[in-house]
T-cell receptor, first 110, second 113 residues
Framework: DAKTTQPNSMESNEEEPVHLPCNHS???????IHWYRQLPSQGPEYVIH???SNVNNRMASLAIAEDRKSSTLILHRATLRDAAVYYC???????????FGKGTKLTVNP | NAGVTQTPKFQVLKTGQSMTLQCAQD?????MSWYRQDPGMGLRLIHY???????DQGEVPNGYNVSRSTTEDFPLRLLSAAPSQTSVYFC????????????FGDGTRLSIL
């Protein structure tokens, strides 16, 4: 079964880069990796997703290891508004199911 | 665009009562899904639908029913509520499938006494 593992919490300082790790050792060749974030009392918000190569968008970058068993979400310059719970999510290829990890609570210090 | 709208935002039920959680989207999305979120846990998939008339089970479907008679609506039914179903419920939609970015509603906080 698909499963992702993330640290429970991380801290960062404002305007510094943040690297959020995720292990997904059971990933198969067609499984996508997604990242979502959730602010208190809100639904999750899409951040980024990818399959094999590194991906960039206006919010973040996603670095996927060559063996695809781990990935890292990179916030290039953390702001106070980036404080949230970040979820690493595995899309089970061949199905229409997403499997969420337990999330990393990111604290950004001013 | 309203996006994904969930109603009600809060609800308290007694054990054994039935209830329907509503979810509507105005983006003409084919894929819709329901998750529950419990303290310290990530989101767990309950049911999903890839289009009108098609539904399937997720990771934790027991105790919940769904139907998809229109593209816009995807209600979640609790036939006989149990305290173990106390949770926050999120509905999500995407243009086509789980691979694409999901748009989430703001959730329904449900307490079963």
């Amino acid at each position: 079964d698909a499963k992702t593992t993330q640290p429970n919490s991380m801290e960062s300082n404002e305007e510094e880069p943040v690297h959020l790790p995720c292990n997904h050792s059971t990933i198969s060749g067609t499984d996508y990796i997604h990242w979502y974030r959730q602010l208190p009392s809100q639904g999750p918000e899409y951040v980024i997703h990818g399959l094999t190569s590194n991906v960039n968008n206006r919010m973040a970058s996603l670095a996927i290891a060559e063996d695809r068993k781990s990935s890292t979400l990179i916030l290039h310059r953390a702001t106070l508004r980036d404080a949230a719970v970040y979820y690493c999510v595995q899309h089970q290829g061949g199905s229409e199911k997403l499997v969420f990890g337990k999330g990393t609570k990111l604290t950004v210090n001013p | 665009n309203a996006g994904v709208t969930q109603t009600p935002k809060f609800q308290v039920l007694k054990t054994g009562q039935s209830m329907t959680l509503q979810c509507a989207q105005d983006m003409n999305h084919e894929y819709m899904s329901w998750y529950r979120q419990d303290p310290g846990m990530g989101l767990r998939l309950i049911h999903y639908s890839v289009g009108a008339g098609i539904t399937d089970q997720g990771e934790v479907p027991n105790g919940y029913n769904v139907s998809r008679s229109t593209t816009e609506d995807f209600p979640l039914r609790l036939l006989s509520a149990a305290p173990s179903q106390t949770s926050v419920y999120f509905c999500a939609s995407s243009r086509q499938g789980a691979r694409q970015p999901q748009h989430f509603g703001d959730g329904t906080r449900l307490s079963i006494l």
